[in-house]
């Protein structure tokens, strides 16, 4: 599997809002964000300025978790399991099992937070994928890779729910 490569945070970046059409447009609209910016319910909902925070949010988050997979796989190449004891043996494996779990979910949200900075590219983040309205800012900031608002990830959750137990 291939991990898209995104560049780091610039200072001021173009940003390409989406048109009505669906096309995307280039702004001349240069974006300087300040380091204590936070969105807020006051300005325009997903403008320049809340689309390069959350993409920087996200960079951020994404930059994390390949250093975290890059000290992983360096820890298990140099870890070799050669315990004499079984009952050690033992438990480095289980160790190293947990280890390549967690860093098999770290794989699958590097994924999602690619998909993320996709629709901050195509002008679609932000928005509900089943409703198309807004996701509320407080659901983004705990989880910038949200797709779905909370009434419709609860709807989503609770059919998941009916159609298991049946």
């Keep these: 599997m291939r991990l898209r490569r995104y560049a780091a945070a610039p200072i001021v970046r173009r940003v390409r809002p989406a048109l009505s059409n669906g096309e995307k447009a280039y702004s001349s609209m240069s974006v300087t964000l300040s380091p204590d910016y936070r969105p807020s319910e006051d300005e325009p909902f997903m403008n320049a300025t809340m689309l390069e925070y959350f993409r920087r949010k996200l960079l951020t988050w994404r930059a994390e978790l390949l250093t ?20 050690d043996r033992a438990s480095a494996e289980t160790n190293r099992t947990l280890e390549l779990r967690t860093r ?21 983040y932000g928005y509900c994928e089943e409703t198309h309205e807004p996701i509320r800012l407080s659901r983004l900031e705990a989880r910038p890779i949200a797709t ?6 609860e709807r989503h959750e609770r059919m998941e729910k009916t159609h298991r137990d049946e």
Excluded: M, Y
Aim: glycine share 4%.
């Design 104 to 124: 098999d979910r770290a794989r699958k949200l590097i994924l999602k937070i690619d998909e993320a900075l996709d629709r901050i590219e195509d002008g679609t």
């Design 68 to 87: 975290a997979s890059t000290e992983t796989l360096q820890h298990l190449q140099d870890g070799e399991i050669n315990e004499a004891d079984i009952a």
């Design 148 to 153: 779905l608002s909370v009434e419709a990830q």
